[in-house]
């Protein structure tokens, strides 16, 4: 099977797969969080999103399926200085274990099956009305 092109670019570390930048519409919507929030990335990549929340003051633990995401999300973390609990992880077998403020996925939830993505996001519903 042949991985996703990210997995390439996530390897090289003189590149920014999608941006340095968070996503716009993080940008647009940052400010009507209240801080810090806690804050959950599901399939953070990179960390862009994950790194500029952090960056003002949020608490911010986030995920990916690629260990190469991972690894270059936690180095530039630590070369901005914050701390910011990165880990890999398959949503598939992700379990709530504490509530967020917030639960941010950006450009992932269309790519796990029907089922696994149902389930996710049942999942998230439930948490947010415990």
């Known amino acids: ?7 390439k670019t996530y ?4 590149v920014s797969t999608f941006s340095k930048e968070p996503t716009a519409d993080l940008k647009g919507y940052a400010h009507l969080l209240n801080m810090p929030s806690s804050v959950l990335d599901v399939g ?16 911010v633990e986030a995920f990916d399926l690629s260990a190469a995401g991972i690894e270059k999300a936690i180095e530039t973390a630590m070369n901005a200085g914050l701390n910011i609990n ?10 709530f274990q504490k509530e967020y403020d917030v639960i941010l ?4 939830l ?13 999942e998230v519903q439930n948490e947010r009305k415990g």
Do not use: V
């Not at 990179?46 to 003051?57: D, K, M, T, V």
């Not at 990165?86 to 379990?95: C, E, I, N, R, V």
């Not at 996925?105 to 992932?108: A, D, K, L, N, Y």
């Open 110 to 122: 269309h790519l796990p099956e029907k089922a696994d993505r149902d389930r996710f996001i049942a």
């Open 86 to 95: 990165f880990y890999q992880q398959d949503l598939t077998g992700f379990a």
């Open 105 to 108: 996925s950006h450009g992932m």
């Open 11 to 14: 390897q090289d570390k003189s």
């Open 1 to 7: 099977m042949e991985k996703p092109f990210w997995e």
């Open 44 to 59: 953070c990549g990179e960390g862009r999103n994950s790194i500029f929340l952090a960056a003002q003051n949020h608490t």
